[in-house]
Nanobody
Framework: QVQLVESGGGLVQAGGSLRLSCTAS????????????MGWFRRAPGKEREFVAR????????YYADSVKGRFTISRDNAKNTVYLRMNSLKPEDTAVYYC?????????????????WGQGTQVTVSS
């Protein structure tokens, strides 16, 4: 089993920045964090969960939703079993619960069902 724990959420003014962290523990089928594709998703009040960003196991490739491209940066430190989401130029519409997720089977997708494990989420609130 894989456990994911997010941190770093909070309240910030529009234009501000936050960095979310997600630390993984455990393993599945002999695979460890360094082999997982990791993603960030978010769910805003009254809306469906949506893809934010994902990163390949090595960190060599990253993918972003159009709504965050140029403002958010996903990165990872495999030595620390941690994936990060740096969020700059935050807007009120970025307000949501942010979830990290692990794709342990290398599906490489922006769709939530492709991810096997999820964190509990961390709240990000951006005030105008």
């Amino acid at each position: 089993q894989v456990q994911l724990v997010e941190s770093g959420g909070g309240l910030v003014q529009a234009g501000g920045s936050l960095r979310l962290s997600c630390t993984a523990s455990g393993r599945t089928f002999g695979r460890t964090f360094s082999s997982y594709i990791m993603g960030w998703f978010r769910r805003a009040p009254g809306k469906e969960r949506e893809f934010v960003a994902r990163i390949t196991w090595s960190g060599s490739s990253t993918y972003y939703a159009d709504s965050v491209k140029g403002r958010f940066t996903i990165s990872r430190d495999n030595a620390k079993n941690t994936v990060y989401l740096r969020m700059n130029s935050l807007k009120p519409e970025d307000t949501a619960v942010y979830y990290c997720a692990a794709d342990t089977d290398h599906r490489g997708s922006d769709y939530a069902p492709a991810y096997d494990y999820w964190g509990q989420g961390t709240q990000v609130t951006v005030s105008s």
